[in-house]
């Protein structure tokens, strides 16, 4: 790296003068900039995050950097405040401050000043000292390889006595004419529904503080030029990489700034940095595009690139759920395996019922032992058939959790997440461990090893079925979210270690924690626990504006889904699970000869696509007919590309207009082929383009597109696309 030391707070001049040409510093990879003004007072604003600039020359950096100072204007500071990298009022900054804090009531200005500079063209290393307050900061910016910016802070309280943070945010400004915002809402069953709201002045506040990101947290609070789709618009999203309370918000100040910021939420008291103590706040992320798709594209390519990313083709999934709930018995569960086997199945995971007292949802998690009233012989004979029959075997557990109802929990209440005497209030007959109590973290940790070390395990499923309410050490206890975080991954670190090849799916009542910061150690998430098609065409699209598809469960569910009781079609179900980690759950035991056959057709399809969905191209098709919907992967190369046409309602148009199908290159010629059944029951006649068996170049199809066809509502269309040249 290189020493920016002539930047160093005694060189620089405590205020700059209008037009001081000061030191800039200009982060470049993977089509993004990040300029920033080492002068701004009292420590270095960015000047700009976004497109790439072509001209690096220090006299450009320089205008640039003049050209974003503010001027003084009446009513206001003599020294016009900026949005800096953790702007505090010290500073002069009267929106949300970067860094909030106290010691016992007292210090609590703050105003971190530079000191230091390490950096180098995609990285740079901030030191910050405030020497009233007794505290250090080592910010940390790093542009990664597809131009995600991170920002990281670790604060240090250098003085004697203990300090209270209060919040920490990172900082991201964003451009002046972002004046739409887009985040993300939902509930069980409905995780991830899109929000747009005016960017207006004031503050945009969205916190989770269920101890978890929660089925409502925002994956991304992006902001964007109205209008922004997913094709076009330039747009710049957040996200933070943590798995329990955090905070985002988006601020428009009257001093002509706009950023987005974020970082985690800390209940009050939840951290006190001793002496010489430090914390570090969570990976807080920033991307950005021409189009939501782009912005996602940065975080599919960055993700992809990690040497732990699960690189092997993703095993078609079994998952016994839905199949059969809490209805355990070798018999029934060998069956659904010799089922699952027939059509084409590689991995089958037995879900929640098979330790010891669960019978149903209102006992035995906790005791993590497997249950011999049920299993006599333990797992072994389920298992050595799943092998047998040529499939993997993955278990569910829930490890954090404990019903009251259970041994463990008669054994040492005190294991338990409290702050009063009284449990907090009840959610699904459970409460959660306090992972950071040692000797409960001993015992679980202890349970899965010995689990992992009996059986064959290739997959757990780790669900999470309720939010941390009051989440205490005990009684008069301090705030144990954050800590309770912390041991969760590092129990995930130590199970990964210890047990080579192990995979890790994240879930939450479905997909209530999916985060940057749980994907770094497990290898999906499961994306909702609704499998209804027509909702997952919502959940999986703001899903995958972080995660990458591969990373994201999507079953085909049983004919009548049993979340919203509509009843869906094969085929339609099969095409929107295509586009991911595709799994099966419904009971195949009561299905007949052809419905198997149906099936199995469509595991062998996701198979053949499966190296394009996990290294391809997300494409999602903006102003399509209301009823229409238009999405695809196209492979990174341009050689092939698969798109589903599907109709989610019936359109006023009949038959309904051409769609664009872009994404593809431009200059390539593709032969176009429709996969599967037909599912064009309406028409009349056939569709002239899958007649004719035409080909049309990327640039024709999406500047003049083709007729979607005539099908009934709730049906897709599968079209793969072959590039000729
Ligand atoms: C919630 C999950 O999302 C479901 O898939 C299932 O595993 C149940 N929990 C089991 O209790």
């Not at 987005?260 to 010489?276: F, H, N, Q, T, W």
């Not at 999406?702 to 269309?717: F, I, K, M, W």
């Amino acid at each position: 790296m290189l020493s920016h030391s002539e930047v160093t707070a005694d060189e620089r001049p405590a205020a700059p003068l209008p037009g001081h040409p000061g030191g800039v510093l200009h982060l470049r990879r993977g089509g993004t900039s990040v300029v920033i003004d080492l002068d701004a007072v009292p420590h270095p604003a960015i000047v700009h995050w976004g497109e790439e600039l072509a001209d690096s020359s220090d006299e450009t950096l320089r205008n640039l950097a003049v050209a974003a100072r503010p001027q003084r204007v009446s009513g206001g500071l003599d020294e016009p405040a900026r949005a800096t990298l953790v702007a505090t009022q010290a500073g002069g900054w009267l929106g949300t401050p970067g860094l909030e804090g106290h010691r016992d009531g007292a210090s609590f200005s703050v105003r971190l000043e530079l000191v230091d500079l390490q950096a180098d063209d995609h990285r740079a290393a901030l030191s910050l000292v405030d020497r009233d307050a007794r505290l250090s900061a080592r910010l940390e910016l790093r542009l990664g390889s597809a131009g995600l910016f991170h920002q990281q802070l670790t604060l240090r309280n250098d003085g004697d006595s203990p300090y209270t943070v209060q919040a920490l945010h990172l900082t991201f400004p964003v451009p002046w004419d972002a004046t739409e915002i887009l985040d993300t809402t939902g509930r069980h069953l409905r995780e991830r529904s899109p929000q747009r709201h005016p960017f207006g002045y004031g503050t945009h506040l969205r916190e989770s503080r269920r101890g978890r990101p929660g089925a409502d947290a925002t994956l991304v609070l992006a902001a964007g030029r109205p209008g922004f789709g997913f094709e076009r618009g330039r747009v710049h999203g957040v996200h933070v990489a943590w798995s329990g309370n955090h905070r985002l918000l988006a601020e428009r100040s009257v001093s002509g700034e706009a950023v987005l910021a974020g970082g985690e939420l800390l209940a009050p008291g939840e951290v006190v940095l001793a002496p010489g103590a430090s914390l570090t706040s969570p990976d807080v992320v920033g991307s950005w595009g021409d189009g939501l798709s782009e912005l996602a594209h940065r975080f599919h390519d960055e993700w992809r690139r990690r040497p732990a990313h699960p690189r092997r083709a993703r095993p078609i999934t079994l998952n016994t759920w839905e199949a059969v709930y809490f209805d355990h018995s070798l018999e029934r569960l060998t069956a659904l395996a010799d089922a699952a086997a027939s059509v084409g199945v590689e991995r089958y995971v037995l879900d929640d019922g098979w330790f010891v007292g669960r019978r149903d949802d209102t006992a035995g998690l906790g005791d993590w032992y497997v249950d011999a009233t049920v299993w006599p012989e333990g797992l072994h004979p389920l298992v050595d058939h799943v092998l047998a029959c040529g499939m993997e075997f993955g278990l569910w557990v829930e490890p954090e959790m404990v019903n009251p109802d259970s041994d463990l929990a008669r054994r040492n209440p005190d294991w338990i997440l409290r702050a009063r005497r009284s449990l907090p209030p009840s959610a699904r007959q459970q409460q959660v461990l306090d992972l950071a109590h040692e000797d409960a973290y001993a015992y679980v940790a202890a349970r899965l090893h010995a689990l992992l070390d009996e059986y064959p395990i290739a997959y757990l499923k780790w669900d999470h079925n309720r939010d941390l309410l009051d989440a205490g050490s005990g009684p008069e206890g301090v705030a144990r979210v954050r800590e309770h975080t912390l041991a969760l991954y590092r129990l995930l670190d130590e199970l990964k270690a210890a047990h080579p090849g192990l995979e890790i799916e994240s879930c939450a009542s479905g997909g209530a924690r999916v985060d940057l910061g749980i994907l770094a150690r497990t290898d999906r998430i499961w994306t909702s626990d609704t499998l209804d098609p027509l909702e997952r065409l919502v959940n999986q699209r703001y899903t995958a504006l972080v995660v990458p598809p591969e990373l994201m469960g999507m079953h085909l569910t049983s004919p009548v889904v049993h979340s919203t009781g509509r009843t869906v079609d094969l085929d339609f179900s099969a095409a929107v699970a295509l586009f991911g980690h595709v799994g099966i759950e419904w009971d195949l035991t009561a299905t007949d000869d052809e419905t198997r056959r149906r099936i199995a057709a469509w595991v062998e399809y996701a198979k053949s696509i499966r190296p394009l969905v996990a290294t391809g191209r997300t494409v999602d098709v903006d102003g399509t007919e209301p009823g229409i919907d238009v999405r695809g992967i196209v492979a990174n190369d341009g050689a092939s590309a698969v798109f589903t046409l599907t109709q989610t309602d019936t359109t006023a148009a009949y038959p309904p207009g051409r769609v664009r199908i872009p994404g593809l290159d431009p200059a390539r010629r593709y032969r176009l082929r429709t996969v599967g059944g037909s599912t064009s029951a309406a028409a009349q006649s056939g569709l002239s383009w899958q007649e004719h068996d035409i080909t049309l170049t990327g640039r024709e199809l999406d500047a003049v597109g083709l007729r979607p066809p005539v099908q009934y509502p709730q049906r897709s269309t599968v079209i793969e696309l072959t590039a000729e040249n």
